[in-house]
């Protein structure tokens, strides 16, 4: 897994070639950092897992605006580039956090032309304030997203998220207060714990 993550954390830092990915940190499953793409920075927590050679990322950000939403997505990077850029019509799914009743979610699936990642921007899930208790407390989010002709299930672990989003939180927050020396006073620890190897299972769909 830390090898995983590693591969990862490259990937996601050239996802643009302008992007740079800074102070990253491993918790566990999660890896949390600071991503700096022009004059746009970002509060990075993310984990991953590899499905059929295409690396599937969840993604909760934060901006200096606002450090106490995070903003949700789902990246998929491939092997070959988009031939050509493209938006689609809202999508409607659905997200659960293990036995938890599930959230309603809209999405939209956006790539650009010579990019490898298939972006999916969640932009809308019901029972907030719930969802919040689940995912500092759960062990795997389960996301079941339609297309116009398919289905897909996706599922992440949770572990390791709750100690991403204090750091990211601390961070965006350092960051706001126009302190760039403090950034430099965060430890990075010498050794990660070992994780633990997990198993992908194929009855996420009995979530739903």
């Known amino acids: ?6 591969i990862v954390a ?13 102070l990253e940190k491993t918790n566990r499953d999660w ?16 984990t991953s897992f ?10 909760m950000d934060r901006i200096s605006n606002n450090c106490n939403i995070e903003y949700m997505g789902i990246n998929v990077v491939q092997d070959s580039s988009s031939q050509t850029s493209f938006t689609s019509e809202t999508f409607f799914g659905q997200l659960r956090i293990d036995k938890s009743p599930p959230h309603d979610i809209t999405y939209k699936v ?13 932009m809308d899930f019901n029972g907030e304030t719930e969802l919040v208790r689940e995912l500092e407390k759960g062990n795997f989010i389960r996301f079941k997203l339609k297309t116009d002709k398919d289905e897909f299930f996706l599922r992440f672990s949770l572990n390791g998220y709750k100690d991403s989003k204090t750091r990211t939180f601390d961070l965006c927050t350092k960051f706001k207060q126009n302190s760039d020396k403090s950034y430099f006073d965060d430890e990075t ?15 996420d769909a009995s979530y739903f």
Do not use: Q, Y
Request: proline fraction near 3%; glycine fraction near 4%.
């Open 50 to 59: 590899i499905e059929n050679g295409d690396v599937v990322v969840l993604v």
């Open 110 to 122: 956006t790539f650009e032309e010579g990019s490898t990642t298939i972006f999916l921007n969640i």
């Open 31 to 46: 890896i949390s950092s600071v991503v700096v793409n022009n004059n746009d920075t970002r509060f990075r927590g993310f």
């Open 10 to 22: 490259l990937m996601m830092a050239s996802l643009n070639i302008h992007s740079e990915m800074l």
């Open 1 to 6: 897994m830390k090898k995983l993550l590693l």
């Open 189 to 203: 620890p010498k050794s990660t714990p070992k994780n633990k190897n997990k198993s992908r299972v194929n009855s």
